[in-house]
Nanobody, 119 residues
Framework: QVQLVESGGGLVQPGGSLRLSCATS????????MGWYRQAPGKQRELVAE???????NYAATVKGRFTISRDNAKSTVYLQMNSLKAEDTAVYYC?????????????WGQGTQVTVSS
């Protein structure tokens, strides 16, 4: 069974930084991508950043230049370095991995970690 466990959320002042981590466990076949999504109160969940199995990264326009996604394959962990945080970055952040088995694609999610940007 695939499990994702996020850590690193918290309260930070505007302009500050946080680093989120997502440790994965279980057997993962044919990984397509690992990524981070976020959901603010009253809003839909949205993609923040993604890194494909080939190492190609993709960022939401609102975070490009401020956030950096990376992964450590040896530790089966994906990270999100968040700099120059703004109040509008406040949300629950979810780790996500996408896999494929045959023609079927699967999404796995972590439990979420709260990020609050406030003075």
């Amino acid at each position: 069974q695939v499990q994702l466990v996020e850590s690193g959320g918290g309260l930070v002042q505007p302009g500050g930084s946080l680093r989120l981590s997502c440790a994965t466990s279980g057997r993962i076949f044919s990984l397509l991508a690992m990524g981070w999504y976020r959901q603010a109160p009253g809003k839909q969940r949205e993609l923040v950043a993604e890194i494909t199995n080939a190492g190609v990264t993709n960022y939401a326009a609102t975070v490009k230049g401020r956030f950096t996604i990376s992964r450590d394959n040896a530790k089966s962990t994906v990270y999100l370095q968040m700099n120059s945080l703004k109040a509008e970055d406040t949300a629950v952040y979810y780790c996500n991995i996408k896999t494929i088995v045959g023609l079927a694609k699967y999404d796995y999610w972590g439990q979420g970690t709260q990020v609050t940007v406030s003075s």
